[in-house]
């Protein structure tokens, strides 16, 4: 992804960025202040969802595979409780990402940039009375922005609180450790990067 997001998806944009001398900078995100992350972090089923969907998709187009997935994940996996912002929820799906995607909503796909400064977070709560119904149900109306199961955050810091104990987190795509407390900081433009000219 994120040599897709640069402009770099292929070996000759590469190539020719590298040729051409066009170089820019791109955020990074600290997380726990010891460890980089370049695209995403999750945790819960998020990943799970992604591989299902993306498993589908070729088949039966975004959408519908969207709708299954998270059919899918929410039959199957276990919520995480998690404190932030004061508030305490329950989520089966977790998203964070560097730089804000888009489109909104829980199927984000691309960066239009890759250096403002911002963390993308994005949590399905599905932890109240008949959340998974009603979380499904606004997903099919193209209706799950405006659901108040949806929280969609963008700021330069995240931080959350595992309730239950230590927790697993995947960052860039690979499950890392668990851990109970984690804090998420955006890195303004520390990244140097070749990309084509626009």
Known sequence: ????????????????AIRTGSAAYADTIAFN???TVVNTASIGAYPAFV???EKLEHKIGKPLAGVYAMVHTLRREKPVRIRYD?????????????????P????????????DGLIDVRILETGRRLSKLRI????MLGRLERSPL?????????EFESVDGPTPIARDGEVGSTCERASFR???RVLPVFRPLK
Do not use: W
Request: glycine residues 4%.
């Open 1 to 16: 992804h994120f040599a897709k997001d640069i402009g770099c998806d292929t070996v000759a944009a590469t190539v020719e």
């Open 33 to 35: 202040d010891s460890s």
């Open 104 to 115: 909104s909503g829980f199927a984000p796909a691309r960066r239009t940039r890759m250096d």
């Open 51 to 53: 591989r299902t969907r």
């Open 186 to 188: 955006a890195r303004y």
């Open 86 to 102: 004061n508030k305490t929820l329950e989520t089966s799906m977790f998203f964070l990402g560097n730089s804000v995607y888009l």
């Open 136 to 139: 499904m149900s606004a997903l």
């Open 150 to 158: 949806y929280h969609e955050v963008q700021a330069p810091e995240f």
